[in-house]
């Protein structure tokens, strides 16, 4: 990931923030996250940041969270050049959770999960994920852990945030007719191997998305800005160029 950022940085301005809930960000105790006050979040910064209108680069949740800012594009209330999508599941219908995120939306079930929810049971449902060419290394992985749990002392916000896959269900059809009419260009830079969002989702680009800026990675999963990130951090400069 700094590889990418570092490549991309040497030619563009680069901004990257956490999403509330994520990373060093506030967990503020019985938050209700929402995609769409995400959104709200995002569009401030870009007004104060880049007003003239970014190219968006947005991996999973914050692949869904560049929808509605489609959406809003749509409506006249954001601006944006271009948007780059990395694996998500942006058709909500042949997306696949994996078994402990299915779980976790459980009531109960899902909060006692969160509470023992160690780091190597993180590295290891993470791991799944990622392609055999391009594992998962184990600290990355402990990093990513500890930047969840920070400002989290329940222990429970990463059950929290999962709320967005029901989110994203009700809301399917307002998601793909942005994504689908849309006239901000779009590329999307897929991991094949992913089992979540990968050979499905970009099945159905190709189906639905005349002409569609696709790039599949045959030997990745669902991370490719992790897992190759110079070829990602290449794809990405060739885009925001034009």
């Not at 104060?48 to 594009?73: F, H, K, M, N």
């Not at 409506?75 to 299915?102: D, W």
């Amino acid at each position: 990931m700094g590889g990418r950022r570092t490549r991309v940085g040497r030619r563009h301005r680069v901004i990257s923030f956490d999403f509330l809930g994520y990373g060093a960000s506030a967990k503020p105790p019985g938050h209700r996250y929402s995609v769409f006050e995400q959104a709200d979040l995002a569009e401030a910064i870009i007004a104060a940041y880049a007003p003239s209108g970014p190219t968006v680069v947005a991996y999973d949740y914050g692949a869904i969270v560049a929808t509605e800012l489609l959406a809003r594009q749509h409506e006249h209330t954001a601006s944006l050049r271009r948007c780059i999508f990395l694996n998500a599941g942006l058709f909500a219908e042949v997306y696949r959770p994996r078994i402990a995120q299915r779980a976790s939306l459980i009531p109960v079930l899902g909060a006692l999960l969160a509470r023992a929810f160690t780091e190597s049971l993180f590295y290891r449902t993470w791991g799944e994920v990622f392609s055999t060419e391009h594992p998962l290394d184990r600290e990355l992985a402990g990093l990513h852990y500890r930047a969840l749990r920070e400002n989290d002392p329940g222990r429970d916000i990463q059950r929290k945030l999962l709320r967005y896959i029901p989110e994203r269900a009700a809301n399917a059809s307002h998601f793909e007719s942005a994504l689908l009419g849309t006239t901000v260009p779009l590329t999307f830079l897929w991991g094949m191997r992913d089992p979540v969002s990968g050979a499905a989702i970009a099945e159905q680009l190709r189906n639905r998305i005349p002409a569609v800026d696709l790039v599949e990675y045959d030997d990745v999963g669902h991370c490719p800005h992790i897992e190759i990130p110079d070829r990602v951090a290449i794809d990405i400069l060739r885009r925001s160029a034009s």
